[in-house]
């Protein structure tokens, strides 16, 4: 399978998911605003993703899929299937004791990650009901990120990509449909959560049974393949725990700020997961397996030239789209989410945030590159040392802007937080000999360079006045930025054609 193909395959569910994202997320703004029950909503959405993240997308994904792919590698098809009984039954376990927890333990979870709600008590009771509602997502997401782990290691990456937009369908559908009928309304989007997460996973469960890997209840202590992913993850609980607690931690920073401050913070995070998703998640998906196939052949020179390919094609395409994301913050921000009860002080509330955070893009999507260069070598500790020093970098950071930027002061300390964890992901890959550059970086980072500020310069000229998209009717608004778009993109990859950069120089073959 050539790489790229496959990145174009899996990137392009990914859009259809994130542009289902934004219709939810513009049906939201569009019904509920921005005010008591958005930020209930997404306080009580975060968490359970917290430990998603925590229990699947990351510490037990990044010990687990490096150890099936040897498995499959080198084992055989019967030792990765008991591989597979073994680690989904001791997930499944843990995960129901968590799930059992955190529903019954709702009012003291809300307490710790948004104390400032305590002062409204009607906010407070309501984030604890709909998290009572939205908990047990994280059983079901978690066991839909297993089952993602095992088919994009046999490459059937389209599945695990498309699945996503299962969950926007199901919390569009509670919206628009479950809302009128119950009270809070908003509450409907809780029970969207919830009807989202059963269907992801039974999409996936037929595709796992075609491999002939749909897990079964084995229960076993003495699997040397389990004690092996639970070696690993002790070190990535740490370092994903880190990373999770930071976000936690400016949640809670936003929970003392004005009304609107965690859900300006969302709507602007939602942008920057559209080319994180489609590029950085996208690109770690398909790195992972072949990077840990190059492993257990012994084979460096093509490890470091997988690296060295990721980087490049991740500089192609993530610094125009994080310049794009500043220019034209208002722009997508007016015509996504100006509606209803979704305010013009909002759209500029959220243009701070958005702005603040566009800056640290580059280095969240290179995270999602570099990482995977340690995690295919299941080495864990060296990405959990540099999560170390960055939560402490970024706390600093949120202490020293907060004060004056508020909430987009959080975004900024988000971003620049990225930039350094990237960045010492990229000396630490260097210093180990693990990856060395391929001739001709510093006239590829010019030329990127002077592409990226001929498309910006393109996009300020078109753009037109403040008032343009403040105060159109969304036709014009979604005309105009539709032109904006392929004014963008075309001045871009022009540029890099007289450059002599061509589609066909980044072509590879996976392992």
Request: hydrophobic share 55%; proline share 5%; aromatic share 12%.
């Amino acid at each position: 399978m050539n790489l790229l193909q496959a990145l174009a395959k899996v990137s392009s569910m990914t859009l259809l998911s994130r542009i289902l994202g934004f219709v939810r997320d513009a049906i939201i703004a569009r019904s509920f605003g921005a005010g008591i029950y958005t930020d209930a909503f997404f306080v009580a959405f975060k968490i359970p993703n917290l430990l998603r993240r925590l229990f699947a997308e990351g510490a037990f994904a990044q010990a687990f899929v490096p150890i099936l792919a040897e498995y499959k590698n080198r084992r055989g098809h019967e030792d990765t299937r008991l591989l597979v009984d073994h680690v989904a039954t001791l997930l499944f376990i843990a995960l129901l004791i968590v799930t059992a927890i955190g529903v019954i333990a709702a009012p003291a979870v809300v307490y710790i990650s948004a104390p400032g709600f305590i002062d409204t008590p009607d906010k407070f009771a309501v984030t604890v009901q709909m998290l009572r509602i939205i908990f047990p997502y994280i059983l079901l997401i978690s066991l839909v990120s297993l089952a993602g782990g095992i088919l994009n290691t046999y490459s059937r990456f389209a599945v695990p990509a498309f699945t996503p937009v299962l969950l926007n369908v199901a919390m569009i559908s509670a919206t628009l449909w479950l809302a009128p009928h119950i009270n809070p309304p908003a509450m409907a989007l809780a029970w969207g959560v919830a009807l989202g997460g059963i269907l992801q996973l039974a999409l996936q469960l037929p595709f796992l049974h075609r491999l002939g890997l749909l897990p079964k209840f084995r229960f076993s202590w003495h699997d040397e393949g389990v004690w092996r992913v639970l070696k690993l993850m002790g070190p990535a609980v740490f370092g994903v725990s880190i990373a999770q607690l930071s976000l936690l931690i400016n949640t809670i920073f936003a929970s003392f700020l004005a009304t609107g401050s965690v859900s300006w913070l969302y709507y602007a995070d939602r942008l920057m997961e559209f080319p994180t998703g489609m590029l950085g998640v996208a690109l770690g998906t398909i790195l992972l397996p072949s990077l840990a196939k190059h492993y257990a052949d012994n084979d460096p020179t093509q490890y470091s030239q997988l690296l060295d390919w990721g980087l490049r094609l991740t500089l192609l395409l993530a610094l125009p789209a994080a310049a794009a994301l500043a220019v034209l913050a208002l722009p997508l921000i007016s015509t996504l989410f100006l509606y209803g009860h979704f305010s013009v002080n909002d759209v500029w509330m959220t243009r701070q945030a958005l702005m603040a955070y566009s800056l640290g893009l580059l280095g969240l999507i290179m995270i999602k590159i570099l990482a995977p260069g340690f995690y295919a070598r299941q080495n864990i500790k060296t990405p959990v040392k540099i999560a170390i020093i960055t939560l402490g970098a970024t706390q600093i950071m949120n202490l020293m802007f907060v004060w004056k930027l508020q909430h987009a002061g959080l975004a900024l300390a988000i971003g620049l937080g990225a930039c350094l964890n990237a960045g010492l992901l990229l000396w630490k890959l260097r210093s180990q000999g693990i990856f060395q550059p391929q001739p001709g970086w510093y006239a590829f980072m010019f030329k990127i360079s002077t592409a990226t500020a001929v498309m910006a310069l393109l996009l300020w000229w078109g753009m037109g006045t403040d008032a343009d998209w403040l105060h159109a009717h969304f036709g014009r608004r979604i005309i105009h930025l539709s032109g904006l778009v392929v004014l963008g993109v075309t001045g871009y990859f022009v540029t890099l054609r007289l450059f002599g950069i061509r589609a066909r120089q980044f072509m590879r073959r996976a392992a």
